[in-house]
């Protein structure tokens, strides 16, 4: 699905060069062929940089990847990849194509709204750590992206900001589950641990501090961040706000619940004597949170940088009927409900045979 994407942009990015006969960004901005054919390019640009993103539907691949990459790999698509997207909106869609972007928004932000609900519903039900990772960046860049398309500087800086701050904690994460957890115990199911508190207690403080960075909570980048991005959306919508707040409470649900399942308890039966965090880990894990506590504390170091150059992506819209954004979310979600409803209809019979055979006691662990 990511060679898909990337498909449609480079065709389009072939198409641009070719009608204006140049790669430079000003060339584009005052082509007459851009001004007759924004709404197209704007689409077909839109599901490449979707994909890249990821924004529901198109965001099956990123937990597969996730699942089948080793560590280094999830670490550089959680703090590089993911953010691409992020500048092609920006330097893209909303610097080339502001035209198109005055008119489609609504259409987007329901989207992110969507992928926001969806992407933290079904972060809840995960049992794989890096698969509950990966859910959680969706949900995270989807309410980044609400403050990049909210036509405030409050929402363009604060998505900016929250795009660092990610890529500063979700590799955290990474490293913790895929670097530790996965390496001295040789499985990232999350019924596989407990207790890891006493067994591993500087570990398990790294990773509180990792967990609490991941909800968003104060003196934290991503506090700053999100709230900044959900401040821009609600000076443009308040019910698409609204829809995005509920972000806040999901993020609590599914860290706070992860966190606890796998450090609190008594011992897991599974796990005997295993090193605490070594210093060579240890290394690695510290920038990431000492800058996440800096971005958090004294974010001006970034935005007076970056304040005035993304004040020039203001596309001056309109403030979003909440009629429209009412009517796209009911039929984005009605489709995204119903396919989520066959899912769990199709795994309700495993999910009951499971757990007849676990209360027999017949159920073993290898």
């Not at 198409?15 to 390019?41: R, V, W």
């Not at 991005?229 to 995005?244: D, H, T």
């Not at 993020?251 to 399942?261: G, Q």
């Not at 690695?284 to 001006?300: E, R, V």
Request: hydrophobic content about 50%; some cysteine; overall charge neutral.
């Amino acid at each position: 699905m990511d060679v898909f994407g990337s498909l449609f942009m480079l065709l389009t990015f072939l198409k641009m060069g070719g009608d204006s006969g140049s790669t430079f960004f000003e060339a584009y901005t005052n082509h007459s062929t851009f001004n007759t054919l924004q709404e197209i390019i704007w689409i077909v640009l839109f599901v490449s940089f979707s994909v890249k993103t990821p924004l529901i539907p198109v965001h099956i691949w990123l937990p597969l990847a996730h699942s089948d990459a080793n560590v280094s790999g999830s670490i550089v698509l959680a703090s590089i990849v993911l953010k691409l997207a992020l500048y092609g909106f920006l330097r893209i869609l909303i610097a080339i194509f502001f035209l198109a972007t005055m008119r489609l928004t609504p259409f987007f932000l329901g989207l992110c709204s969507i992928s926001v609900i969806y992407s933290s519903l079904t972060t809840i039900r995960q049992f794989d750590l890096k698969v509950l990772v990966a859910y959680s960046s969706i949900a995270h860049m989807a309410s980044s992206l609400l403050g990049t398309f909210s036509d405030t500087i409050y929402g363009l800086v604060g998505s900016v900001i929250f795009g660092l701050a990610h890529g500063f904690v979700s590799p955290g994460l990474f490293i913790v589950v895929g670097a530790v957890l996965y390496d001295r115990c040789g499985s990232r199911i999350i019924n596989y641990y407990r207790g890891l508190n006493t067994l591993l207690p500087f570990l398990a403080l790294l990773f509180l501090l990792l967990v609490f960075g991941n909800m968003g909570v104060p003196l934290t980048g991503n506090f700053v961040g999100e709230f900044l991005s959900l401040l821009g959306a609600y000076q443009q919508n308040i019910f698409i706000a609204s829809i995005g707040a509920l972000s806040i409470i999901l993020s609590a649900i599914y860290s706070v619940f992860m966190f606890n399942r796998v450090t609190s308890g008594s011992f897991s039966p599974y796990i005997h004597t295993i090193p605490d965090i070594f210093r060579k880990e240890y290394y690695a894990l510290a920038p990431l949170l000492l800058l996440t506590i800096i971005l958090g504390i004294y974010p001006y170091f970034i935005s007076s940088d970056i304040e005035f150059g993304l004040s020039n992506f203001l596309f001056s819209g309109e403030n979003i009927n909440l009629i429209i954004s009412l009517i796209i979310l009911i039929v984005l979600f009605g489709k995204i409900y119903l396919k989520w409803i066959s899912n769990y209809m199709r795994y309700h019979e495993l999910n009951f045979v499971y757990y007849l055979i676990k209360i027999s006691g017949k159920i073993h662990w290898n």
